[in-house]
């Protein structure tokens, strides 16, 4: 079974510059999850996404962080404009929820670093 | 949401029983316990899932008490490659449950 793809794995930016992130679920996963790690943190959920609708978005800085997730399957993360303290890894994850076995797969992350 | 809390770091040496408690007073009837571990530079993985009593499967053991304010992941005879970062998450499977990680707990194992 393929896992949780992201890309690009690095980025490097400049504070004010934009930069957009790239989600492909597993296959079948309805439910997709963006959570943000700052170094020596734990993942911070930034928006929870049900099929192509919005379920939690209450923790997305939206005066510049948007995500979307059109067809319901892949999603794109996007900041613009960066700021210094968005250095972070962006992890995507995907749910498998079949009755009360949850599980959460995640994707390596995208590291992003802004200068 | 119920909140958790963990130790935030622990040290062993290879070959030991490793027991991480999590608090987690304000679990809901609804929530299952879920434990997941991170290494360096990858996403977190699932390890291990619970309601109550006791649940075991080939990587560890999760043991719930009875009144379920607590949990204790149970890693049998670790290795140098258990270190890592465990957390402990509570929420709701059957329903659209925000899972939010706490800061977890960092696992040294040394030789």
């Known amino acids: 079974e393929a896992g949780v793809a992201q890309s690009p794995r690095y980025k490097i930016i400049e504070k004010r510059q934009s930069v957009a992130f790239w989600c492909n679920p597993i296959?079948?996963?309805?439910?997709l999850y963006w959570y943000q790690q700052i170094l020596g943190q734990g993942p911070k959920l930034l928006i929870q996404?049900?099929?192509?609708?919005?379920?939690?978005d209450s923790q997305l800085p939206k005066d510049r962080f948007s995500a979307e997730r059109l067809k319901g399957v892949d999603s794109t993360l996007k900041i613009q404009p960066a700021k210094l303290e968005d250095s972070a890894v962006y992890l995507c994850?995907?749910?498998?929820?079949?009755?009360?076995?949850?599980?959460?797969?995640f994707g390596s992350g995208t590291q992003l670093s802004v200068l | 949401l119920a909140k958790t809390t963990q130790p935030i770091s622990m040290d062993s040496y290879e070959g030991q029983e490793v027991n991480i408690t999590c608090s987690h007073n304000?679990?809901?009837?609804?929530?299952?316990i879920t434990w997941y571990q991170q290494f360096p530079s990858q996403g977190p993985r699932f390890i291990i899932q619970?309601?109550?009593t006791k649940v075991t499967n080939e990587v560890a053991s999760l043991f719930i008490p009875a009144d379920r304010k607590s949990s204790t992941l149970s890693l049998p005879r670790v290795s140098l490659s258990d270190t890592a970062v465990y957390y402990c998450?509570?929420?709701?499977?059957?329903?659209?449950?925000?899972?939010?990680f706490g800061k977890g707990t960092m696992l040294l194992v040394s030789p």
């Open positions: 619970g309601y109550k």
């Open positions: 994850a995907s749910r498998y929820n079949r009755g009360t076995n949850e599980k959460l797969f």
């Open positions: 998450l509570v929420g709701d499977p059957s329903g659209y449950s925000t899972l939010t």
């Open positions: 296959s079948g996963h309805a439910t």
């Open positions: 304000n679990i809901a009837t609804n929530d299952y």
């Open positions: 996404f049900q099929n192509n609708g919005v379920v939690d």
